[in-house]
Each structure stands twice: as C-alpha cells, then as structure tokens.
C-alpha cells in the first residue's frame, strides 16, 4: 500500500488545543498515512506558511482555521474567517475546517455560504473521537458538520421564510440589545431603510402586536437568531 503524505497546517492561538488536534489526528491515521502537521497562532504567521507552502509547490493539503484570532498587523485579516476566504480563492483544491465556540446561527448561515467548509466543528461539540471521524469524512466525502451546525441546518431547512444577509444581520445585532437608531453604523444603511425592513420582517414572522421584543423571540424559536 503506498503511503500518503498529508500536509496539514493548524491555526489557533491556543497551543494546548493545537497539541490536543495534533495528538488525536496522530494517533487515529491511517497507517499508510504520514501527517506532516505545522502550527502557526495567528494570521500573519498562518500567511506567511500558506504562500511559504505555495511558493515551494507543496501547498497544505488540509487547513483547520479557528474563527478567533489575532488579526494581521497591517489590518486586512482580521480572523480566520478570512484566512479561509482567502484559501478557498487561492488554493480551491485544499481543504478547510473552520473551527469556532460561536454558535450564533447567523455567524454560522454566513460562513457556509461564503466559505462553504468542508468541516465546521463547534469546540464545544468537539471530542477526541468526533475530531478523528471529521478527519476521515473531510478526506474522503465532505463535508462534515458537528451537532450544533447539523441542528441549525436542520431548523432553517423547515422555516420556508427567506431572510437576507442584512436582515440576518438586523436580527443578530436586536438580539444583542443594539438600539435601532444604532444599528445605522453596524448595517451601512440609513435609518429609514431599517425602519423598513424591520416592518418587513415583523409581517414575515407574523408579530401581531408590533414589538421587537417579539420579533426576537419568534425569530430565536425559527432558528434566524
């Protein structure tokens, strides 16, 4: 059997994670496997190995990015969030693995459609064993979602209401008890086209008695928040 050299490149700015994912992969590979694993903490770091490793014409095979890191000194990546955008542009036949203790379902709904990971693991779902099954369906028949993603999927997929990345975005930020007058700065949009979305989203979720107090609950019981 002929032996498969993987190369993995692991982005997380906690070391004692990193070496928790490094032991698990190590000890549950294939035996015709050899896993060449590099660490790096933050983006400037995780940069400089993904174009070090395209230069030399061995790009990673497999990238797992944490969502919360320190961003680059020059300000354009700001977490591995963009990490990932930016090898699925550069590097398509890679693989990535998003890794995050987010569960908000907007943070969640926005990083599959613009990143579409072949692995989105919520740390807090995430076990030795359940890392070494992600490992082998991201290999072989991507993707893999941990239970967290799956449940979220699973709500929205029987909620027929169509809501856009704004709105999304309207929606997370009232939950969080942002004030309306506010949400001008968080959205780009004027005060009166907020106006009016949120009337639209009060008639799309069906809120009789007109409050965002309402809004928020029913759209948290949809799934939306």
Excluded: W
Excluded at 64 to 81: H, L, Q, R, T, V
Excluded at 107 to 131: A, M, Q, V, W
Aim: aromatic content about 8%; some cysteine; hydrophobic content about 40%.
């Amino acid at each position: 059997m002929d032996n498969k050299v993987l190369k993995i490149l692991m982005v997380d700015d906690h070391p004692m994670i990193i070496e928790g994912y490094q032991h698990t992969l190590l000890a549950t590979k294939k035996e015709n496997q050899t896993l060449e694993i590099d660490i790096a903490t933050d983006c400037d770091s995780a940069l400089a190995a993904i174009k070090k490793s395209k230069n030399i014409g061995k790009p990673y095979n497999i990238y797992f990015f944490d969502i919360s890191i320190p961003e680059s000194k020059d300000g354009i990546y700001k977490s591995g969030e963009d990490l990932a955008k930016y090898v699925k542009q550069t590097q398509p036949e890679s693989k990535v693995v998003i890794l995050t203790m987010f569960n908000e379902v907007y943070r969640i709904h926005s990083i599959i459609r613009s990143i579409n990971p072949e692995g989105f693991l919520i740390k807090s779902d995430l076990t030795s064993s359940e890392l070494a099954s992600a490992f082998e369906v991201i290999q072989n028949r991507p993707p893999f979602y941990t239970g967290t993603i799956n449940n979220i999927i699973k709500r929205s997929i029987f909620n027929p209401i169509e809501v856009d990345e704004i709105n999304h975005k309207m929606l997370h930020f009232l939950s969080l008890g942002v004030r309306t007058k506010d949400l001008v700065g968080h959205l780009g949009i004027t005060l009166s086209a907020i106006e009016k979305r949120k009337k639209n989203l009060k008639e799309l979720f069906a809120v009789e008695d007109g409050k965002d107090e309402t809004l928020i609950q029913i759209a948290k019981e949809k799934g939306y928040i």
